[in-house]
């Protein structure tokens, strides 16, 4: 198996650069503000529904139909149960 | 990995489908929500005929316990008179914890950022994808989709969060004759040229399972970095080629959020992959096989204009790259600027008109075209 090296370097340096951009941003961010856990249903609807597209409004869907769509998002947007559940409930009282 | 993957994945649909039945007694909810996307295009290339387009992707959503989910979509797109369909995605998803979802089926690629988030016409801000990162123009280094098992979930941290999405996959096989499977959809020779990866099989060519997985951060809400990683043996079982392999490094970032200063929306979306396959010393494989792409994407719509027409407007600019291996059959390299104004009537309504300029290079020429495309989207 021969590579040619310079190649291989070059994504390699990247990955590691991205890697320690990761840790720093991870360590600085987390420390201030809110803690995830303790986040509103309203608050958690603008932090995660208008990350990949804009945010479709409460009264678009009704109660069944939101459930459906946020079983299908909350494995997108890497949301908790606990988190989908307060999402959902703000969205059904507010439809 | 072998062994240990094919037992983890068998171990994982066991668990699903004996959740599954363990429940088909109660059926609190049992309902469907069809939704998806339509599109019509009108492309002008500088070279070539103009023509219109259209396509239309229904999803279907079913739920059949709180914790047991069907997701599907499928793709009717009409091309050379002829009703093309393909199954995007099915999936089953199993809710096991708090932070741990299993999914089982043909499933949205999570370290191809643009092929799980930005394909829908009505969530991508341009016409089409970036280069090398979809099956239309050039070559695809990253899979749309995977056929297998995936474990995911988010994890809060302090005010922030990680996430994670781990994957067995029959991931693709490679090209070692000249058009093997063909051109893909894009309908460009190179798309299935020697040395390239072929994602058109759902069937694995070997008994080696692509293991993958994309990690993230999200320090802040409105800031995400991620690092996906894919590896598989790619070679015909008993072939000469049976033990080349193939390692995929991504990484990707997003950063969007209101700014009252420029009184406005800000999107940055951006991702660069690398592909390596092993050079086996034998032809027609006997290169250095290593490629790359990326693009970034800026857009700006000035939605706290005061102004609902003004703000209804949006500005977008994505720069992209496609570099082939120099000893590869096809080896030209892309790159390709857009310029893209949209007209938004709803939140998944939208009308799009996009200026592209594509340059292609190889040792001994360089072409440029351009293309104007108007797409009218809906999401629903």
């Known amino acids: 198996m021969n590579r040619k090296p310079m190649k291989q370097v070059l994504p390699t340096v990247a990955v590691l650069v991205v890697l320690a951009i990761l840790a720093v941003t991870l360590l600085a961010g987390c ?54 559940e307060k999402v959902g409930t703000f969205l059904k009282a507010a439809n | 990995m072998n062994r240990f993957a094919m037992s983890a994945a068998v171990l994982m649909l066991t668990i699903t489908s004996t959740a599954a039945f363990a429940q088909t007694g109660v059926s609190p909810r049992n309902t469907v929500l069809v939704s998806g996307f339509g599109y019509a295009n009108y492309i002008d290339p500088s070279e070539g005929p103009s023509n219109f387009a259209v396509g239309l992707n229904p999803v279907f959503l079913w739920q059949a316990q709180n914790d047991l989910f069907f997701e599907a979509e499928l793709e009717f797109e009409l091309e050379d008179g002829v009703t093309n369909t393909a199954l995007e995605y099915a999936q089953a998803w199993w809710v096991a914890g708090n932070s741990l979802t299993f999914g089982a089926g043909k499933f949205l690629n999570p370290t191809n950022i643009f092929a799980e988030r930005y394909h829908p016409t009505w969530i991508n801000k341009l016409p089409n994808g970036p280069l090398g990162f979809t099956a239309h123009g050039g070559v695809q280094l990253t899979n749309t989709a995977h056929t297998g098992v995936q474990a995911r979930g988010g994890i809060p941290i302090a005010s922030g969060k990680f ?31 020697v040395g390239t990866l072929d994602f058109n099989g759902t069937e694995d060519n070997n008994d080696n399972k692509l293991v993958g997985g994309r990690f993230a951060v999200l320090p802040w809400s409105s800031l995400e970095i991620g690092y996906g990683f894919e590896a598989a043996k790619i070679g015909d079982m008993d072939s000469e080629f049976a033990d080349v392999g193939t390692t995929t490094n991504s990484v990707d970032l997003i950063f969007n959020r209101d700014v009252n200063a420029i009184r406005g929306h800000l999107d940055i979306r951006g991702q660069y992959v690398n592909v390596a396959v092993d050079n086996p010393g034998i032809a027609p494989l006997d290169f250095d096989n290593n490629s790359s792409a990326w693009y970034s994407q800026l857009s700006y719509r000035p939605s706290k204009s005061g ?33 893209g104004l949209n007209r938004w009537f709803s939140p998944s309504t939208v009308f799009k008109l996009a200026y592209q300029k594509k340059t292609t290079r190889d040792e001994v020429e360089e072409d440029e075209d351009t293309v104007v495309t108007c797409q009218f989207a809906m999401g629903f």
């Open chain 2, 307 to 339: 102004s609902p027409l003004v703000a209804s407007f949006e500005g977008v600019f994505r720069y992209e790259e496609l570099d082939l291996p120099e000893g590869a059959p096809v080896n030209a390299d892309m790159t390709r600027l857009s310029f």
């Open chain 2, 163 to 193: 996430t994670y999405a781990v994957f067995l996959a029959n991931g693709p096989a490679i090209h070692t004759e000249v058009l093997k499977a063909g051109p893909a959809k894009s309908g460009d020779p190179a798309a299935g040229a």
């Open chain 1, 31 to 84: 420390a201030a503000g809110p803690s995830q856990v303790s986040k509103s249903g309203p608050q958690l609807w603008g932090e995660n529904c208008a990350r990949c597209h804009n945010v479709r409004p409460p009264a678009s869907l009704n109660d069944a139909e939101w459930d459906l769509a946020l079983m299908h998002m909350r494995t997108r947007a890497g949301l908790t149960t606990s988190e989908t």
